[in-house]
Structure formats: C-alpha cells, structure tokens
C-alpha cells in the first residue's frame, strides 16, 4: 500500500503562482510514475502532468505546457506541481496520483494509477 498526501492549495489570483507538494509513504518502492490529475464540479478527471520517477522524464497536458512543472526530489519520495501565471479555468481539486507501472502509452489516463491522494483545493479568481 502507497499513501500520498497533497497540501499547498488555496485562493489566488489570477497570474499568482503555486507550488503543490505531493509527499509518498508506505510501500514507495513500487512506485515508476507519479502524477497529477485535476477536475472541477460535474467534470471528469483531467490530465495534468507527470513524472518517470527514475529517469526523471516529464509530460503535460497542452492547457498547462509552459506554465506548470513537475518535479520530484528522490530522497523525500515527494513530487512538486509548480504552477505559474494560474487562470480561472485552472480552478478545481487537483490529485496526486501514483503508479505501480513505468507508463509509456496512456500516461494521462486515470485507470492506468493505482494510488491517490485526497486531494487538494485550487481556486483562481479574476
């Protein structure tokens, strides 16, 4: 079993920047990708980015290319969302989410992650 626990969300506003911290626990050895998921009331789960936790490799979704980052710090077993230039539309609850796979196809689909976090609260106002 794999615990993961996001923090850092809150009110901002529009162009403001966060930084989203996602922090894993128990069984981490089985973890090969690690990501982030959003979604907004009465929408489904959105693709945001994600990490090959060994070779460190990065993929985004187009609506935050160039605007967010992920990152993950090895000796912590904690991934980090860095988010810059934030819109409305980025509002929603966004979710760490782990996989026991090394994802290559997929990688933005939400059955493909075995773990998830609770789950943290972003809201961007004009």
């Known amino acids: 079993q794999v615990q993961l626990v996001e923090s850092g969300g809150g009110l901002v506003q529009a162009g403001d920047s966060l930084r989203v911290p996602c922090a894993a626990s128990?069984?981490?050895?089985?973890?090969?990708?690690m990501a982030w998921f959003r979604q907004a009331p009465g929408k489904e789960c959105e693709f945001v980015a994600a990490?090959?936790?060994?070779?460190?490799?990065?993929y985004y979704a187009d609506s935050v290319r160039g605007r967010f980052t992920i990152s993950r710090d090895i000796a912590e077993i904690t991934q980090y969302l860095q988010m810059n230039s934030l819109k409305p539309e980025d509002t929603a609850v966004y979710y760490c989410?782990?996989?026991?796979?090394?994802?290559?196809?997929?990688?933005?689909?939400?059955?493909?992650?075995?773990?998830w976090g609770q789950g943290t609260q972003v809201t961007v106002s004009s």
């Open positions: 989410a782990a996989s026991r796979f090394l994802i290559r196809s997929g990688i933005g689909t939400p059955e493909r992650y075995h773990y």
């Open positions: 990490i090959i936790w060994n070779g460190g490799t990065t």
């Open positions: 128990g069984r981490t050895n089985s973890i090969y990708t």
